[in-house]
């Protein structure tokens, strides 16, 4: 392994910095437990600079014509093309995902940066009709909403940051990012492809710090008109109330629990074989550490046995590793408290009756592994099936009707992702009009597309990003009405 870690600095007020003003916290590698390097945090001093260059950044992007915006964003996307190779190492490094996965995701994330330039030329207003004399023009127009403070999680350290950064900058807002801690490297390095491509240095502040402080102190300040967070339904709604408090505007994306139908039609032979093999890649991709990970999966009851067993044999034969080796097929978490979670989780299930199929404990060798893990039966009121376990966990229950699969799909107040198999296309409408969802694969797992809104309903968050609705959510409408002067 040849690349080394990049060093790391935070980039305020135009300029990358080491400064120190909130101390240093280790980055570490989650494959091994070893430090990667020193990331410097921001104190009061910098946040307060940070706010006041996003300010000043908006003040001119802004201005910047549209056709200008898309042209700096499809650089950006060139470069961060470009530097593939680099980005994805560090991704890998710094967050576990085998290196394979960690390219997918450089390279979606250019896709989704060239997606919201293409739509900064598109961000059309309209004209209405005037009712009475003496109107010359209505206009109503889609303006930038101003300076951003976006916040993101650590399990998709390129990914999550595009979304806020492409659909930000395309509307014509600046921003102050805060990514997650845990793996700054990558998004300071995508960071540096949009610098470099030509976005003014003002306009994109990148800090990391205290999570509480830094967000509780960029929501406050008045430079900053949005909030827009990646991460947990916890801290949604903690910063969704703080934005509330000032009335920003919020976009949340937050945490899911989704559910998988598998129909009578797909439970042998071919289609089971197909259902299996997408089901298994789709849960333990990235450790299970998704958002719109599968997390229940209901089967008919006569099915549920072949079902479990397989998918348990094809858990347990997964290649756990490195992610910077290629044969490692899971990596490990991300960080210990993930471990120690997953711990919980097993504890609790098993004490509540569930039934342990397959792994069930932390692996013995450095760095933060744990088993594929999967249970059957599981009580509905364990926290399994409560809550998010967001790692590689899965639950299998069975079902007795179509009715009560769409039932128990909808049990949880989130609904982020929600998928379902079937070879009918009456049963897959019913399904994709039942399911509570933001996102409804039928017979695939491929919701997060770039010319695709991706959002959940109840907890799951507000708004969408990417597609062209991610880009409006950057925006506010703006009513010009001209009268004859005289
Ligand atoms: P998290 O909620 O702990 O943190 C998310 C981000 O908010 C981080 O940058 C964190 O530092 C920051 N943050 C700001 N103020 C904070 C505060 N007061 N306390 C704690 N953090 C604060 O989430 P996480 O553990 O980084 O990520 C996992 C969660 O993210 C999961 O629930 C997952 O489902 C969700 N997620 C959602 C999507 C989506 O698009 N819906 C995508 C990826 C992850």
Request: charged share 20%; with cysteine.
């Given at each position: 392994m040849t690349t080394s870690y990049p060093a790391l600095a935070l980039h305020v007020a135009g300029h990358w910095t080491t400064h120190t003003g909130g101390g240093t916290r280790p980055v570490v590698n989650p494959a091994s437990g070893m430090e990667l390097g020193r990331l410097p945090l921001a104190g009061p001093q910098e946040l307060a600079a940070a706010a006041e260059s996003a300010l000043r950044g908006y003040r001119s992007w802004r201005q910047v014509r549209a056709h200008e915006r898309y042209g700096a964003l499809r650089r950006a996307a060139a470069l961060l093309r470009e530097r593939l190779d680099l980005v994805a190492t560090v991704l890998t490094l710094e967050q576990g995902k085998p290196l394979a996965e960690a390219r997918r995701e450089v390279s979606l994330s250019a896709d989704i940066i060239d997606f919201q330039a293409e739509e900064a030329k598109r961000l059309y207003g309209r004209t209405v009709p005037p009712r009475?004399?003496?109107?010359l023009s209505h206009t109503v127009a889609r303006v930038p909403v101003g300076p951003v403070a976006a916040f993101t999680a650590w399990n998709f350290p390129v990914n999550l940051p595009s979304r806020k950064l492409a659909s930000a900058l395309a509307a014509g807002c600046s921003v102050v990012i805060k990514p997650a801690e845990e793996t700054p490297g990558s998004c300071m390095l995508l960071v540096r492809c949009f610098l470099d491509a030509g976005?003014?240095?003002?306009?994109i502040n990148l800090v990391c710090g205290d999570p509480g402080e830094v967000s509780s102190f960029l929501i406050e300040r008045?430079?900053?008109a949005k909030v827009s967070v990646t991460g947990s339904v916890a801290v949604g709604k903690l910063l969704g109330a703080q934005a509330a408090a000032h009335v920003k505007r919020f976009t949340g994306e937050l945490g899911g629990h989704a559910p998988v139908i598998v129909c009578?039609?797909?439970?042998?032979?071919d289609a089971l074989d197909f259902v299996l093999r997408q089901s298994v890649a789709a849960k333990f991709r990235n450790a299970g550490q998704v958002?719109?990970?599968?997390?229940r999966f209901y089967v008919p009851r006569g099915h549920l046995g072949t079902f479990a067993e397989r998918f348990s044999a094809a858990a347990r034969a997964l290649r756990l590793g490195q992610?910077?080796?290629?044969?490692?097929q899971m990596g490990p978490l991300t960080h210990a408290r993930r471990v120690q979670d997953m711990e919980r989780f097993v504890d609790d299930a098993v004490a509540q009756g569930a039934r342990l199929l397959a792994g069930g404990h932390r692996v013995s060798?450095?760095?933060?592994f744990f088993q594929p893990t999967v249970f059957a039966d599981?009580?509905?009121?364990?926290r399994l099936m409560q809550q998010?376990?967001?790692?590689p966990m899965a639950v299998i229950q069975p079902y007795d009707s179509l009715d009560s699969a769409i039932e128990q799909a909808n049990a949880l107040p989130y609904a982020l992702g929600a998928y379902a198999f079937t070879r009918d296309l009456h049963t897959a409408h019913r399904l994709g009009e039942g399911i509570e969802a933001g996102m409804v694969g039928i017979n695939h797992f491929?919701?997060?597309?770039?010319e695709l809104p991706f959002g959940g309903h109840k907890e799951s968050g507000l708004g969408q990003e990417m597609g062209p609705e991610g880009l409006l959510h950057y925006t506010d409408v703006k009513t010009i009405t001209v009268g004859t002067p005289f």
């Amino acid at each position: 392994m040849t690349t080394s870690y990049p060093a790391l600095a935070l980039h305020v007020a135009g300029h990358w910095t080491t400064h120190t003003g909130g101390g240093t916290r280790p980055v570490v590698n989650p494959a091994s437990g070893m430090e990667l390097g020193r990331l410097p945090l921001a104190g009061p001093q910098e946040l307060a600079a940070a706010a006041e260059s996003a300010l000043r950044g908006y003040r001119s992007w802004r201005q910047v014509r549209a056709h200008e915006r898309y042209g700096a964003l499809r650089r950006a996307a060139a470069l961060l093309r470009e530097r593939l190779d680099l980005v994805a190492t560090v991704l890998t490094l710094e967050q576990g995902k085998p290196l394979a996965e960690a390219r997918r995701e450089v390279s979606l994330s250019a896709d989704i940066i060239d997606f919201q330039a293409e739509e900064a030329k598109r961000l059309y207003g309209r004209t209405v009709p005037p009712r009475v004399e003496g109107i010359l023009s209505h206009t109503v127009a889609r303006v930038p909403v101003g300076p951003v403070a976006a916040f993101t999680a650590w399990n998709f350290p390129v990914n999550l940051p595009s979304r806020k950064l492409a659909s930000a900058l395309a509307a014509g807002c600046s921003v102050v990012i805060k990514p997650a801690e845990e793996t700054p490297g990558s998004c300071m390095l995508l960071v540096r492809c949009f610098l470099d491509a030509g976005v003014p240095a003002d306009a994109i502040n990148l800090v990391c710090g205290d999570p509480g402080e830094v967000s509780s102190f960029l929501i406050e300040r008045p430079e900053i008109a949005k909030v827009s967070v990646t991460g947990s339904v916890a801290v949604g709604k903690l910063l969704g109330a703080q934005a509330a408090a000032h009335v920003k505007r919020f976009t949340g994306e937050l945490g899911g629990h989704a559910p998988v139908i598998v129909c009578d039609d797909m439970c042998d032979g071919d289609a089971l074989d197909f259902v299996l093999r997408q089901s298994v890649a789709a849960k333990f991709r990235n450790a299970g550490q998704v958002c719109a990970s599968p997390i229940r999966f209901y089967v008919p009851r006569g099915h549920l046995g072949t079902f479990a067993e397989r998918f348990s044999a094809a858990a347990r034969a997964l290649r756990l590793g490195q992610g910077v080796d290629v044969a490692t097929q899971m990596g490990p978490l991300t960080h210990a408290r993930r471990v120690q979670d997953m711990e919980r989780f097993v504890d609790d299930a098993v004490a509540q009756g569930a039934r342990l199929l397959a792994g069930g404990h932390r692996v013995s060798r450095p760095g933060f592994f744990f088993q594929p893990t999967v249970f059957a039966d599981a009580p509905a009121q364990c926290r399994l099936m409560q809550q998010e376990p967001f790692g590689p966990m899965a639950v299998i229950q069975p079902y007795d009707s179509l009715d009560s699969a769409i039932e128990q799909a909808n049990a949880l107040p989130y609904a982020l992702g929600a998928y379902a198999f079937t070879r009918d296309l009456h049963t897959a409408h019913r399904l994709g009009e039942g399911i509570e969802a933001g996102m409804v694969g039928i017979n695939h797992f491929g919701v997060s597309q770039p010319e695709l809104p991706f959002g959940g309903h109840k907890e799951s968050g507000l708004g969408q990003e990417m597609g062209p609705e991610g880009l409006l959510h950057y925006t506010d409408v703006k009513t010009i009405t001209v009268g004859t002067p005289f």
